[in-house]
């Protein structure tokens, strides 16, 4: 969780620097994009890290014998991927 | 440069640094701020109020999961139904009328005022608001938990009552964390802590782990249905980190009765504002 965070954060303050200290277009274009990439690698990665704590969790709790936990977490996951399959436009 | 990344990130700072003071979460004042202010589509700034629920859930629920105070096993439980309700909240979101999403985000402003007035009542009546959750009897599906009180230094008990009832105002919080931007400061925790007898502390933590989820399933739908700005997120993201930070520094050293007010001040005259807004 703290790395994925950390992670983040870190492609946003990348992003949001790029972005406002270069201009858009010109000699700057190139660099002012990868701005932008960096935020939405800093967004997605942000959206990521939840799921990969709570698959970590389901790692530990399967290790420790708790299959009530694993199995809420299971269901969980099932529904947050399912949800988001369920609710895509193109589906 | 077209996008005033500063205003975004001082937005941000203040929404988190107020919302973390009175523990209602940055997206009831961020979202009007950004309308009223900066003139951001209310969409746009629901869609970047969900995100920065996730990145506040993963900074609390470290500091809170460290001493011990989220209830996991609750929090999946609830959380199964709360996100189910914020896919569906955020789906009506996307769809609704722009001022439609402004007249209801007013009336969970005028409810949060009334829940601020309610909880200044009971901490100058009782004096220590943690005192009262201490040991609770019974339950339906079992679910009990330790807490250590803060004062006594004691671990007390406590099992969690309504438990069907908790899940089914859950998918409720959940829809309308959904469709309005908002976290469980106002909604989930008061739920846990009055239907299902959880001490505040525990509801507080343990929401502060659903959140982080509820603005997951329902930042995807605002995303894939476009209805996302990357920049102002970006900046609204380390506003509201940094402002929690300093916001939970602060509360310690400033009257809480003083800052109830001066949000209840806010929340009012942004409640008017939003309403002329409409009108116009």
Known sequence: ?91 | MSDPIFFYILIGFVAGTLGSMVGLGGGIIMVPALTILLGVDIKSAISASLISLVATSIMSVSVFAKKELVHFKLGLILVSTTIVGSFGGSYIGVYLDPNTLMILFTALMIFAAIMLIRNLKKKTEDGDYESQTDVHVGGFFGISGKYRSEKSGQVQGFTVRRVPLNIGLSTFAGAISGMLGVGGGIIQVPMMHIVGGVPIKIASATSSFMIGFTGFAGAIVYFMYDQFDVVMTSGLIIGIIGGSYSGSKIAMKVNSKFLIMVLLVVLLYTSFRMIMKVCN
């Open chain 1, 1 to 91: 969780m703290r790395a994925g965070s950390v992670l983040s954060l870190s492609f946003l303050l990348l992003g949001l620097a790029v972005y406002a200290a270069l201009p858009s277009g010109g000699a700057h274009e190139w660099e002012w994009r990868n701005g932008y990439i960096y935020l939405m690698i800093g967004i997605v990665s942000l959206l990521l890290t939840p799921l990969m704590g709570l698959l970590a969790f389901l790692i530990f709790s399967i290790r420790q014998r708790e299959f009530t936990m694993a199995f809420l977490i299971v269901t969980l996951l099932v529904l947050l991927i399912g949800g988001t399959w369920l609710i895509h436009p193109g589906h």
